[in-house]
């Protein structure tokens, strides 16, 4: 059974980064894709991008590129999500999910969701 | 706005049928791009109903089905239930976007 555990809540300043991390356990963690999803409050969801990690180079939606920076440590089975310049609307929570490992593929485990709030 | 098209809401009462939209275009769903179905409830997390058009994964019921046809596809609920009330969200992949994308979602309310 795959869990996928993110790190807490963040409140944050207009203008500076985040960095989210979402540790995975209970299968493979090399071969399938992580992505990052967003919700903001009362919205859909958004994806920002995503990588499997034995490939190392991530996608990123054209929304969040150059903003956004997602990682992977294959040693600690964590990946990772950073978004810079953030401003209120980057107010989300943030969650990473498993793909199958190819394009298109779904989402089939997701981590609980991270919230965090950019404020003044 | 989404890339992909979903009805804000839809609605019916308990042990009718409903079918919610999800409409791309060729570059997405009409290029052949498998698509897939969530059901997420305030609070939580989504959670995925339908994969590959039609496919359930275990443990959802046979209440609920998937179909695709040309820029379009469709989820289908059958014998409505109050637990089924909750968001639901559509999602592909796009070439010309390069990406992953979700249609708007739509709240189903079970009268």
Redesign the interface.
Known sequence: QVLLVQSGAEVKKPGSSVKVSCKASGDTFSTYGI?W?RQAPGQ????M??LVPIFGTA????KFQGRVAITADESTRTAYMELSSLRSEDTAIY?C?RDEGY??????Y????TLVTVSS | QSVLTQPPSVSGAPGQRVTISCTGSSSNIGAGYDVHWYQQFPGSAPKVLIYGNSNRPSGVPDRFSGSKSGTSASLAITGLQAEDEANYYCQSYDRSLRGSMFGGGTKLTVL
């Open positions: 992505n999803v859909g969801l958004e994806w991008g995503g996608d990123y939606a054209q969650y999910a394009s298109g593929s779904y989402y089939g997701w981590g609980q969701g």
